[in-house]
Nanobody, 123 residues
Framework: QVQLVESGGGLVQAGGSLRLSCAASGRTFSNYGSGWFRQVPGEEREFVATITWSGSTNYANSVKGRFTISRDNAKNTVYLQMNSLKPEDTAVYYC?????????????????WGQGTQVTVSS
């Protein structure tokens, strides 16, 4: 059974930073891509950042230059470092494990999801 457990969310002032972590168990983590998505109540979940099995990254335009996705295969963990946070970054953030070595922006390519962690940025 594959499980993804997120941590690191919370309340931060605009301009501040947070680091989200997603620990995976039950699967050879290093063979698959991973992604972070976020969702605001009443809106569709959206792509934030992805990282392939080899470490190639991709970011949504709204977070490019502020967020960094990374992975530690030895710890089976993927991270999302979020700097210069804005109120519009407020959302529930989800990590996901891809079905493939690559990582796309499409949710259907991910077959395992974490429970989500709330990030709230105050102005």
């Amino acid at each position: 059974q594959v499980q993804l457990v997120e941590s690191g969310g919370g309340l931060v002032q605009a301009g501040g930073s947070l680091r989200l972590s997603c620990a995976a168990s039950g699967r050879t983590f290093s063979n698959y891509g991973s992604g972070w998505f976020r969702q605001v109540p009443g809106e569709e979940r959206e792509f934030v950042a992805t990282i392939t099995w080899s470490g190639s990254t991709n970011y949504a335009n709204s977070v490019k230059g502020r967020f960094t996705i990374s992975r530690d295969n030895a710890k089976n963990t993927v991270y999302l470092q979020m700097n210069s946070l804005k109120p519009e970054d407020t959302a529930v953030y989800y990590c996901a494990l891809s079905r493939y070595r690559y990582a796309t922006t499409g949710e259907n390519d991910y077959n395992y999801w974490g429970q989500g962690t709330q990030v709230t940025v105050s102005s």
